[in-house]
């Protein structure tokens, strides 16, 4: 069974699947989609708005306002990003897979039987796919978790990825956390079955939404609870593919959704989307590309009796993108107090997945 779920693969191989191509191909294979139950856990420490409309305010107020990335991760905004994940300009996914698809049985050596894997930002799990499939045709049994911060969105990629696995069937055993990574770091620090060796996947170059030093911190939480860490990054240095990639049509109306999350968790229409518009730009001093929103005319922005002035054109900042060579990867994970174990990079060196544990 695996081998022939494996075989379905390398069609894929050098361009990033289109909506659920792999997992109905491998649905195909495996059989018929079960209606198991979905084991869900709530980590969250705060609820999304309690933790949400504090930092929209806060970064109003800011000098150089921005507004919190987590607001393009609910449900739309994940199918918006399926979106991009398809264009054939965005490379990052492209990449990413490609390079996957060629190193995912040495990846895979660094994790044994019994062990857990914890993905964090789980989202579309269509890499996650290959990489349980792997494990499965090494006859390992795995504990995977999925992390991501939408609850709909969450149970419904689980839901798929569970008709690959069913759990009566497979020696993969599927399980969600609904929370962040903070609530992450927090529930595997105490978390009572910690005697299992425990890696974290964080794929899809999501560790370098942070700026480098945020990055390092995020990597010292984690790798301070036991945990190895396997993590994607990209780390291309062509600005012309960049823009192209971040700053298309798909990239705007994904980063637009966040303004109708905003007012989802405000209760109330503070951004009225038709008055402001999109813009992307390269920021050299912490090697990121920024998205921001920009108003189009001069407005203010009501939230709880206070007002938020903006002049025409003035930006909120959105969302970063990292673009991280392996140099800068060592120096990142060197100061979260980490130690590079292995890398495997495509052959140009401009994609890599990083295997990173706690220094000795
Ligand atoms: C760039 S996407 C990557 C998705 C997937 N890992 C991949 O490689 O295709 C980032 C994912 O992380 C999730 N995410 C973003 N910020 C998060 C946070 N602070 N805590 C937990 N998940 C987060 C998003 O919902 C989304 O699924």
Not at 79 to 103: M, Q
Not at 228 to 238: Q, T
Not at 261 to 283: I, P, Q, S
Not at 333 to 347: E, F, R, T
Request: aromatic share 8%; with cysteine.
């Amino acid at each position: 069974m695996s081998a022939a779920t494996i075989a379905s693969f390398p069609n894929f191989r050098d361009s990033y699947p289109a909506s659920k191509s792999v997992l109905h191909t491998t649905q195909l294979v495996v059989g018929a989609p079960c209606k198991e139950l979905i084991q869900l856990h709530d980590i969250r420490q705060q609820p999304t708005a309690q933790n949400l409309v504090p930092a929209i305010v806060k970064g109003l107020s800011a000098p150089s306002k921005d507004l919190p990335s987590l607001l393009l991760w609910n449900d739309h905004g994940l199918s918006l990003y399926d979106t991009v994940l398809e264009s054939p300009d965005y490379y990052p996914a492209t990449r990413e897979w490609s390079l996957l698809h060629t190193v995912v049985h040495k990846i895979t050596h660094s994790i044994s039987s019994g062990d857990r894997l914890v993905e964090l930002g789980a989202g579309n799990m269509k890499k996650t796919a290959l990489i349980l499939q792997t494990l499965q045709a090494q006859h390992k049994s795995v504990y995977y978790v999925a992390c991501d911060v939408d609850r709909v969105a969450l149970r419904r990629c689980i839901r798929e990825l569970q008709s690959i696995f069913p759990a009566h069937k497979s020696n993969i055993k599927i399980q969600g956390l609904v929370g962040t990574y903070e609530d992450c770091a927090a529930w595997l620090a105490c978390d009572s079955s910690n005697a299992q060796m425990t890696t974290l996947l964080w794929l899809g170059n999501s560790m370098a939404n942070f700026t480098p030093h945020e990055a390092s911190e995020y990597i010292h939480s984690f790798l301070r609870t036991g945990s190895s860490m396997i993590v994607g990054l990209d780390g291309s240095e062509d600005q012309d593919e960049i823009a192209r990639s971040y700053e298309a049509q798909t990239n705007r109306e994904f980063v637009l959704n966040g303004l109708d999350h905003a007012n989802e968790l405000l209760d109330t229409a503070a951004f009225d989307v038709d008055h402001w518009d999109f813009m992307g730009r390269w920021n050299p001093s912490v090697w990121m590309h920024e998205a921001f929103y920009v108003a189009k005319k001069d407005l203010t922005v009501h939230i709880a009796g206070a007002e938020y002035h903006f002049h025409r054109g003035e930006t909120m900042r959105s969302i970063r993108s990292g673009k991280w060579p392996k140099m800068k990867v060592m120096d990142i994970c060197n100061d979260a107090g980490g130690q590079l174990i292995d890398s495997w990079m495509n052959q140009q060196n401009s994609y890599g997945i990083y295997l990173l544990r706690k220094k000795a």
